[in-house]
Each structure stands twice: as structure tokens, then as C-alpha cells.
């Protein structure tokens, strides 16, 4: 942070300080009351908060409501691909470490269309903070089910209500080995999102973020009643798991303590039908994370590249 | 060491060498009995005393298929010449067989013809399974009635009187055998057993130096036919290895540092050897979750800065379709390399085709304007990847290189390229970003532009596949779209400015023209070769550069009286039932020169999973011409 070192016996001057505006751009084209717009100011003011240089952070998004993300950020971004935000970010963290990389991705994106990379980005384990805005639904394409809506939504494609209970993205990705950080939020709480996000940011390695989110186009009454509802959210807490303040603590009815690094705990938590748990599920400090992996080997001088590629010449050499 | 006394001189021979201009021997056993170890190593002796060399591997399509049968074969094919050799040429002269159903595998592909030489391992003359001796004496009656030569050469016999076990040495009596047949040097011989068991301990070297020298030996007293295939000195530095090592070699040397790839066949051996390599080089091969990962993986590294290849074959490619789209739409620089299999759908992965040409070109839906190259030769195959990522990041644009399984396995020697650090990628500019410049300002002459790299203060911006402006930002307005369409087609332009034309190999007009591109170069100059030797009018052209196309194509079509494209892909044949010159479906190239230049352009295409023989060339040039075959 900017200003006094904790000694007391220096001042940290920067050469640039950043307020928030300096992590804001245009104007954000959700609908009145969607749940991205808090998300979005949760992260400007993470990013004001750490000080990120906007030039060195990259939002990677794919497609959907939540992948315009990155354009509302000032910060480098890559709207790029339906489903496919996970191996770009990849590709970005593993030849740029000094790059801060987040992932901003939907239901449809992460957990139908990119499940595939979803799972072994989990598993990867390399330093990206990830958002999940899960609103249950497909609000660009004009609803549509999505794998996590509840079974019997109704919805365009199926007007009679959905068939198949939804996936759980907390107990999928608790399900996948190598697993680092998972944590739930909701956007309609701002104090927790912030915490929450800021927990991931710091995590080295994948942290995994669901972010329960109303859509008020399309999933307007689950909305309703998901923020009106205290009796079925309970938060998590622990010395290691998220630290609110009093004020956020305050609008949970229910909190119950939890050990972060029980995932056998986690899994069940994460597979309550009754009940949404938001906080810190799982934590695992000491994942082997890949973006470790061959990092020592990359960057080589150009004499010392020549030097090896001559001798690998000569492997071949009559 | 050598033991002196083993060794012969040539002189003691009981008959006199015939001089050859050149020579095919094929080595066929069952898989894992080291053919082509043996024949790699007999390639690399020739390659060493000057002569041209060409070497194709014959690979079982299973890991483990049941020994003694046709689908066990495994064998390597060696071209060898007082010159050049630039394919694997027609039917083989000698064939060594380590049993008797192994050359039937082959027969079956008419690689062979009346008059080949069999030399074939005689223990199962007397196995103790009858079943096994009765099929050994019916193939050898077979074979002979076929119009074959054979021999029995007692390999299993004669190594043991140098092993207590034979199996794994017989392959390198068979090395001694060949050195000694083709008159090779002993020395260069004995140096290429110490470099291929280096890492193995010296008794082994000592065994198989002693196997070396057996079927040296055996050879010199007992055949009665001995060759002599003399060397065109070239006194230049040269290595030998196959497409695929080249187009490794070619990552490193372009100073490209991550190859994110998906195992496919035939590509995959190019990422066994950089992930080799890369520890000592420097760079990392990443093993995505599928080919679509592989790509975003590597479009995020030089989205970054950090250029990155990612190496694939057919069905690969179909699953990249989107992202190449997107590396198009959005200006990323990205090298894809295309080793081309049979297709399609599954197809074929371990044939050779040229079937992916019109897919690259035009796959994207959207118009995806990016440049495609084809080497020819095992050495293009090295040029090619340091040349593709230098036109990536100049031209901010995906560069597709089209090798093919011919070229994957096919060994070639040729100059050693001596690699220089301008070669290699320049380090990421993170020098604070012009202040105006907008994330694509299009130059309107050349469609040029610059890209900000992330970490560059003030450059920041989203990049999108959607339709956008110069500043970077989503457009939905047409003439937006129009004029972004415009820009990334007129890159390709003026890329094609920078071309020259092809060269005409042969006269400058005539009555036939045949156009080829990628690995079938060496098969059609040779069969153009030996047409013009028989007095036809023909030349050939190859095209490197297929988009964007190579100019003055018109101009060079427009002096032969006939064009023709040479291909290994599907045409519909105009003799077929329902086909006319209009429902006519050319082969891949033809239908692009036909678009591009209005000029009639025909074809002659085959998916047989054959690289192109040179008879086959030569065939049909006199068909075309209407010469007598002779």
C-alpha cells in the first residue's frame, strides 16, 4: 500500500499512484441491476487498493454477458473465445509471471461450453484468479438453460422447464485434483465480494471464485428471492478462511466455522442442498502449480541459445 | 576396438563390383527387430561418403501387432546415389527380409519389381514348428515365381557364432552386409555403431562392432553380386535427419520458446524432440488438454509478447478452426505447422496427403486472410519455421507451414544451417506506448499496424474477436467492418509483394506444365527429368508460398499449352461416370489456380497413402503427351 512502511522508519513512494479511475473505462452495458456491475467495482477498487499497474493486468474473459468484463477495465484484456478464456490466461501467465492475470467467465462459458478446460485449468493450478458469475441462465443469447439452472427453469429452449439437475461448480472443481482455492460470494453483498476476491488475488495459484449472481432480465423472481432469502445462506468463517468486517458480518443469519484445509468438510458443504455456504471452501498453499513448472528454462541469452542449438547440430552433423 | 585381423580388403572378393548410378534397398522385419536402426545407420555411411541419400521408414500402424504377419512389418526404405536424391523413388533393387512374410507386405504396395534382389534370413528353413517351415519353403517358391531374386542368407547362423543371442544384433550383421554390398568405407562403418550406442557401455559398442564386421565379412565370400555407388564430394558441412527433427530444429532456431501442442500423429515426434531439446536450449512444450487449448495456449504467449508455435496434423486443425479465426481477426502473430496425414476424418494418420490445403486457406467461416507456406524439402522444413515466425510478427498474422507425413519421416542430408541471432525472436518491447497510437492503426497502403504487448505503459486495450475499430474497441457499424476486412486482406497484398515468382524447372514453355507444391518436389522433378530425357516437352513448377499465391502464375501458365497440377489428394477422374468437366472436383490446388488465374488448369491426384513415384510422374506425362512408354 502506498505510504508509510509498517516500521514506520520509511514512506513508499511510488511513481504513480492510482486511483480508481485509473482502472475504469466507458460505460458498462449490463442491465440496471445485473449482478456484473458489482463485481466490476469490486475488482477497480481491488486493483486501487493493490496498486496493480494497469498496464501490467490482464482480464482474460471468453463470451457471454460476464466476458465484457475486460472491457470496462483500463487494464490489458482478451475478450476472446466461448469457453476458451482458460488457455489464453495460461499461455499469458506462463511467459508473463510479472503479468497479474484474472479470468472473468459465466455458467455457460465455464461450466458447459469450456468445461473441459475449466477441469484441467483446476488442475494446472497457475496463478490466476478466476471469476465465475454463475446467474444460472444464458442472458446474451436470450435465455437459454444453463448446465447450472436449477432443474425446472423454464427457458426458451426448454419452455417446459429444465430436466436435469444443474452441475455444482464448488463441488466439481473441490472434485479435481491439484485443486488450490475455492470460494463463493454473491454480488448482492458487497462486503463479502470484496474480501472474497481479494482473498483469491492473493492466493498463489488458481483461485476459484463462484460468484452467485441475479439476473434481473431473465431469472428475475430466483433473484427476488435468492436476496431476500437468509435462512439458506450460511457464511464460513476461520482465522484462515475470508475476514469480513462486522457490518458484513451482520447480515448473515448463519456461520458456521470451518477449517479451509478440510476438504473432505469442503465437499460436503459444497453438496448441501439446502443450504448455499459462502466463504472460504478449500485452500491448499503447497499445490504444485505448472506455471512453476519449466519457468527456469525459458529466456536464455541469445549466445547461450545459439551455443545449445549448434551442439544440438551436431547430433545430426556427418 | 576392432580386432585388425577381421578386417577385409575389397580386393579378396570373388567378383568384381558393378558401378551404379544409384540404388533403393529396403529392410523389412517385424517390428522391434531394428530395420530401421540399421538402415539409418547404413543412410547415415552414405550420406557421410558424399553420396545423396533418401530415407523413408515403413511403420507398423499398431504398437504390438502379432510377429510373422503383414501388419508387423516394419522396415525402413534407403535411396542412394552418385548425386542428389530428393524422394524415395520407384520399386526397390534389394530387399533384406529378416522373415518370409515381410516382403509380402510390401509386395502389396508394388514397391517391388521383376528382378529384385531378396535377401532373406534362411532359420526358418528349419524351425521346430512345421507350420512355420512349410510357409518359409511356399514363400520362397512364391517369390521366385513372382519374377524375385532369392537369396538365403544365413544372418540368425552367422551371428551367433558371433552372440549367444542373435535378436538384437542381427540388425547391424545386416549393416556389415549392406557396407560391404555397396562397397562402403568400414571405418565410417565402425564410427557410426560407436555414435549410435554412445550412451550404451563399451562391450556393447565391441558386439556390435564384431556383428558389423561378421556380415562384412560373410558378404565379401559368399555373394556373388557386389555394387559401387560412386560419392559426389561436396566437401560441405551437412546433417541428416527427417522433417520433423528439422521443423524442431526450426522452432529453436527461430528463438520460439513454447510449442503447445495435442499428441496427433504424424506431428507428434517434431514435440518429442523439442522437449528434448528445449531443456538445453531453452523453452518448454506444453501438453494441452486438446488441440483447441494447445492453440489458446500458445495465442495467449504471444498475445503476450512471446511467440509460440503450436504443431499439428488434420483432425487437428479442424478443432483450431476458431481460434485461427480469432488469431486472424484479432492480429495475433502465431505459427501453426500443419503435418499433413490422410483424410479425412480419422483417415489415415500414418499416410501421407496433401489434403488439408483448401481447409487452411478457407476454413474459417469469416474471411480470415493469413499466409501459408509449403517446404519441399526436408532442409525447407528447418527454413520454413524461422522465416513463418519473422512474417508472423512483421505482418501481425497467423502463418500456417504445410509439411506432411512424407516429409515427417523422410531423411535427407543437407547443409548444416548456421544459426544466427537475428534469427531469434526479439525481446519483448516494453518501452512505454506511443501516446495516440491506437491498438490498430491501420498503415491504409499495407494494412500494417502495431500491436501494444501487455506490460506496455499506455498501450493498454481489449482485444476482441469481435468486429472492432482502430482504437481497439467492439464495433457493430458495417463500413467498421468493412474497413477492417479490408486492412487484414490488404497485409496479405503487400506480404505478396514482397514475392517473386516461381522458377520453371525445365524449358520456359512448352507443351506441359506440372505444378506441385510440398513434399512432392523431389518425385516430380526427377519424373519431368526422365520425360525430357525422352524428348518430352514438359516443365514443372513448385509453389512455396500458396497464400499469399506466388505472382506471375498467369503469365508463366499462358506459355505451355498445357497446366497441370500434381498433387497427393482427391480429384474426381474425368473418365468416372456422372463426372463432367463442369461437376468435376479437382484436386486442392487446381481448384485455387483455376480461381485465380481462369487458366484451365487440370489435375492428376491420388489418395493411395503413398508418397508420388517418379514412374508415376513419368507415366503420366507420356499419357499426356501421347508418347510411347518405353
New interface residues.
Given amino acids: 500500500m502506498y505510504g508509510l512502511k509498517l516500521d514506520y522508519c520509511a514512506v513508499d513512494v511510488p511513481d504513480k499512484y492510482y486511483s480508481q479511475s485509473d482502472y475504469e473505462k466507458g460505460t458498462a452495458r449490463w442491465c440496471p441491476g445485473c449482478g456484473d456491475h458489482s463485481v466490476l467495482s469490486a475488482v477497480q477498487r481491488l486493483c486501487q487498493e493493490k496498486q496493480l499497474?494497469?498496464?501490467?493486468t490482464?482480464?482474460?474473459s471468453g463470451i457471454g454477458c460476464s466476458s465484457r468484463f475486460?472491457?470496462y477495465?483500463?487494464?490489458?484484456?482478451?475478450?476472446?473465445?466461448h469457453g476458451?478464456a482458460?488457455?489464453?490466461?495460461?499461455?499469458?501467465?506462463?511467459?508473463?509471471p510479472?503479468?497479474d492475470v484474472f479470468v472473468v467467465t459465466g455458467d455457460g462459458d465455464c461450466c458447459s461450453i469450456g468445461a473441459?478446460?475449466w477441469?484441467?485449468s483446476i488442475r494446472y493450478n497457475m496463478n490466476i484468479t478466476v471469476l465465475l458469475f454463475d446467474n444460472q441462465i444464458y442472458g446474451m443469447t436470450k435465455k437459454q438453460t444453463s448446465p447450472t439452472s436449477p432443474i425446472g427453469t423454464m427457458s426458451n429452449t426448454h419452455p417446459h422447464g429444465s430436466v436435469l439437475p444443474p452441475i455444482n461448480p464448488i463441488q466439481t472443481t473441490l472434485g479435481v485434483s491439484n485443486v488450490s482455492f475455492v470460494a463463493q460470494t454473491a454480488d448482492w453483498m458487497p462486503g463479502h465480494l470484496y474480501a472474497t476476491i481479494k482473498a483469491a488475488h492473493e492466493h498463489q495459484g488458481f483461485s476459484f471464485v463462484k460468484v452467485m449472481m441475479r439476473c434481473p432480465k431473465f431469472m428475475q423472481e430466483q433473484a427476488k428471492a435468492l436476496v431476500a432469502d437468509r435462512e439458506h445462506i450460511t457464511m464460513l468463517t476461520h482465522e484462515n478462511g475470508i475476514q469480513v468486517d462486522e457490518a458484513t458480518a451482520a447480515i448473515f443469519s448463519h456461520k458456521k466455522e470451518h477449517d479451509p484445509s478440510d476438504i473432505s468438510k469442503a465437499r460436503q458443504y459444497s453438496e448441501d442442498p439446502d443450504m448455499y455456504y459462502l466463504g472460504l471452501y478449500y485452500q491448499d498453499k503447497t499445490a504444485p502449480r505448472y506455471d512453476l513448472?519449466?519457468a527456469h528454462?525459458?529466456?536464455?541469452s541469445?549466445?547461450?541459445?545459439?551455443q545449445?542449438?549448434?551442439?544440438?547440430?551436431d547430433r545430426?552433423?556427418? | 576396438m576392432a580386432s585388425p585381423e577381421l578386417r577385409v580388403d575389397p580386393a579378396t572378393t570373388k567378383v568384381s563390383r558393378t558401378t551404379l548410378r544409384e540404388h533403393i534397398v529396403e529392410i523389412v522385419s517385424d517390428s522391434g527387430e531394428g530395420a530401421q536402426k540399421a538402415g539409418q545407420s547404413f543412410g547415415a555411411v552414405c550420406a557421410k561418403m558424399g553420396n545423396g541419400v533418401w530415407t523413408v521408414e515403413i511403420i507398423p500402424a499398431d504398437i504390438q501387432p502379432p510377429p510373422r504377419t503383414k501388419e508387423s512389418v516394419s522396415g525402413i526404405r534407403i535411396r542412394l546415389g552418385a548425386g542428389k536424391i530428393t524422394n524415395m523413388g520407384d520399386e526397390a533393387d534389394i530387399v533384406v527380409a529378416f522373415n518370409e512374410i515381410a516382403p509380402y507386405a510390401r509386395i502389396d504396395q508394388d514397391a517391388y519389381k521383376k528382378g529384385t534382389k531378396i535377401l532373406i534370413e534362411s532359420m526358418w528353413a528349419n524351425h521346430s514348428d512345421p507350420s512355420v517351415q512349410q510357409s518359409y519353403a511356399r514363400a520362397l517358391e512364391d517369390l521366385k515365381a513372382r519374377g524375385f531374386v532369392v537369396y538365403e542368407v544365413p544372418m540368425e547362423e552367422e551371428c551367433l557364432k558371433i552372440v549367444p543371442d542373435a535378436k538384437r544384433g542381427k540388425n547391424m550383421w545386416v549393416l556389415g552386409m549392406l557396407t560391404q554390398l555397396y562397397n562402403r568405407s568400414l571405418e565410417i562403418a565402425e564410427d557410426q555403431i560407436r555414435m549410435t550406442f554412445r550412451k550404451k557401455s563399451q562391450s556393447v559398442i565391441d558386439i556390435n562392432l564384431k556383428l558389423l564386421h561378421g556380415g562384412f565379412e560373410w558378404t565379401a565370400k559368399n555373394l556373388d553380386f557386389l555394387y559401387d555407388i560412386p560419392a559426389t564430394e561436396t566437401g560441405e558441412d551437412l546433417v541428416v535427419m527427417n522433417g520433423n527433427e528439422a521443423l524442431s530444429l526450426g522452432v529453436m532456431a527461430s528463438g520460439i520458446e513454447v510449442c503447445s501442442m495435442y499428441p496427433i500423429t504424424p506431428a507428434t515426434s517434431a514435440s518429442h524432440q523439442l522437449a528434448e531439446s528445449f531443456e538445453k536450449v531453452g523453452g518448454l512444450v506444453h501438453q494441452a488438454e486438446d488441440e483447441i487449448a494447445a492453440i489458446g495456449f500458445a495465442i495467449g504467449c504471444s498475445y503476450a509478447g512471446k511467440p509460440a508455435v503450436t504443431i499439428t496434423s488434420g483432425p487437428g486443425i479442424a478443432l483450431k478452426t476458431e481460434f485461427m479465426g480469432l488469431a486472424g481477426m484479432a492480429e495475433v502473430p502465431l505459427v501453426i505447422i500443419n503435418v499433413q496425414r490422410g483424410g479425412p476424418s480419422t483417415g489415415l494418420p500414418t499416410k501421407v496427403e496433401q489434403s488439408d490445403l483448401l481447409a487452411v486457406l478457407y476454413g474459417q467461416p469469416g474471411d480470415t486472410p493469413k499466409v501459408v507456406l509449403a517446404p519441399s524439402s526436408i532442409e525447407e522444413c528447418f527454413q520454413f519455421v524461422v522465416l513463418a515466425r519473422q512474417i508472423a510478427e512483421a505482418f501481425r498474422t497467423p502463418v500456417i507451414i504445410l509439411s506432411d507425413a512424407n516429409l515427417a519421416t523422410g531423411v535427407q542430408p543437407f547443409p548444416r544451417p548456421k544459426p544466427k541471432a537475428e534469427w531469434l525472436a526479439p525481446p519483448v518491447d516494453q518501452s512505454p506506448w506511443k501516446k495516440d497510437v491506437r491498438a490498430y492503426e491501420w498503415d491504409e497502403q499495407t494494412g500494417l499496424s502495431k500491436r501494444p504487448i501487455p506490460g506496455q505503459e499506455g498501450g493498454m486495450y481489449t482485444l476482441t474477436g469481435l468486429n472492432h475499430s482502430e482504437e481497439g474497441r467492439v464495433s457493430y457499424l458495417g463500413n467498421v467492418n468493412q474497413y477492417g476486412a479490408k486492412m487484414r486482406s490488404r497485409k496479405l497484398a503487400a506480404f505478396g509483394r514482397t514475392l517473386k515468382p516461381p522458377h520453371v524447372y525445365g524449358d520456359e514453355s512448352g507443351e506441359l506444365l506440372l505444378v506441385g507444391w510440398g513434399s512432392t518436389r523431389g518425385a516430380i522433378e526427377e519424373g519431368v527429368d526422365r520425360a525430357r530425357e525422352q524428348g518430352a516437352s514438359v516443365s514443372s513448377l513448385h509453389i512455396h508460398f500458396l497464400s499469399p499465391m506466388e505472382p506471375g502464375l498467369k503469365e508463366i501458365f499462358s506459355r505451355f499449352k498445357k497446366v497441370k497440377t500434381v498433387e497427393i489428394n482427391y480429384s474426381d477422374d474425368l473418365t468416372d461416370p456422372l463426372i463432367t468437366p463442369e461437376n468435376r472436383r479437382y484436386s486442392q490446388l487446381a481448384w485455387v489456380l483455376r480461381a485465380q488465374t481462369l487458366v484451365d488448369v487440370d489435375c492428376f491426384s491420388n489418395v493411395l497413402g503413398q508418397p508420388l513415384r517418379p514412374r508415376q510422374i513419368l507415366e503420366m506425362i507420356q499419357e499426356e503427351l501421347n508418347l510411347k512408354n518405353n
Fill in positions: 499497474a494497469p498496464e501490467k490482464v482480464f482474460v475486460p472491457h477495465m483500463s487494464t490489458y484484456g482478451f475478450h476472446g473465445l476458451r482458460f488457455p489464453v490466461a495460461e499461455g499469458v501467465k506462463f511467459r508473463r510479472d503479468l473441459g478446460h477441469i484441467h513448472y519449466g528454462n525459458m529466456g536464455f541469445a549466445e547461450q541459445k545459439l545449445a542449438l549448434n551442439a544440438e547440430l545430426y552433423a556427418l
